[in-house]
T-cell receptor
Framework: TQLLEQSPQFLSIQEGENLTVYCNSSSVFSSLQWYRQEPGEGPVLLVTVVTGGEVKKLKRLTFQFGDARKDSSLHITAAQPGDTGLYLCAGHSGGGADGLTFGKGTHLIIQP | DSGVTQTPKHLITATGQRVTLRCSPRSGDLSVYWYQQSLDQGLQFLIQYYNGEERAKGNILERFSAQQFPDLHSELNLSSLELGDSALYFC?????????????FGEGSWLTVV
């Protein structure tokens, strides 16, 4: 069973601070996705990374896929209250089963 | 709005009962996925259908079953319900089942078993 460990589980910081959350596994994934989920809603895809070492930027969010395609990080610069939510990473094995393997998520709270 | 519609949004039922959750995928999407989300287990993949056929199976209990109909909507049947089945059940859809395809999630069905 492929597992994705996310850290930290909970993070509460002040508006304007920077933060990094991590997604680690002992397994190799063909691609890795980051989602954000707000209360009462389903996860919404933020980004997909495919190539080892790949870096993608989405405004103040920077996503990196590890060289070995086993881990990823999400860095948020100058966090804003609107960034509050549950951030989930999900790995795709690329095999016959197409269901994503999700981490348990990082609950992020940005305080004004 | 992701375009994926799930009903009911909330459901409270007693142990031992059976419920059916319904999902309408985004227009044009052939693949439907079911996920279960709980506080302790996170988001767990249950099962996937593609164009009416079961394509992949995850951590789905034998008490649970699903199907995808010719009009592509899907139903998840949960029977002999236990307290531990209380969770948020998500349906998601994508155009095709291949790796890297964007999956769109519905808003979920909250199931509470009492």
């Amino acid at each position: 069973t492929q597992l994705l460990e996310q850290s930290p589980q909970f993070l509460s910081i002040q508006e304007g601070e920077n933060l990094t959350v991590y997604c680690n596994s002992s397994s190799v994934f063909s691609s890795l996705q980051w989602y954000r989920q707000e209360p009462g809603e389903g996860p919404v895809l933020l980004v997909t990374v495919v190539t080892g070492g790949e870096v993608k930027k989405l405004k103040r969010l920077t996503f990196q896929f590890g060289d070995a395609r086993k881990d990823s990080s999400l860095h948020i610069t100058a966090a804003q209250p609107g960034d509050t939510g549950l951030y989930l990473c999900a790995g795709h094995s690329g095999g016959g089963a197409d269901g994503l393997t999700f981490g348990k998520g990082t609950h992020l709270i940005i305080q004004p | 709005d992701s375009g994926v519609t799930q009903t009911p949004k909330h459901l409270i039922t007693a142990t031992g009962q059976r419920v059916t959750l319904r999902c309408s995928p985004r227009s044009g999407d052939l693949s439907v996925y079911w996920y279960q989300q709980s506080l302790d287990q996170g988001l767990q993949f249950l099962i996937q259908y593609y164009n009416g056929e079961e394509r992949a199976k995850g951590n789905i209990l034998e008490r649970f079953s699903a199907q995808q109909f010719p009009d592509l909507h899907s139903e998840l049947n949960l029977s002999s319900l236990e307290l531990g089945d209380s969770a948020l059940y998500f349906c998601a859809s994508s155009e095709d089942p291949y790796s890297g395809n964007t999956i769109y999630f519905g808003e979920g069905s909250w199931l509470t078993v009492v």
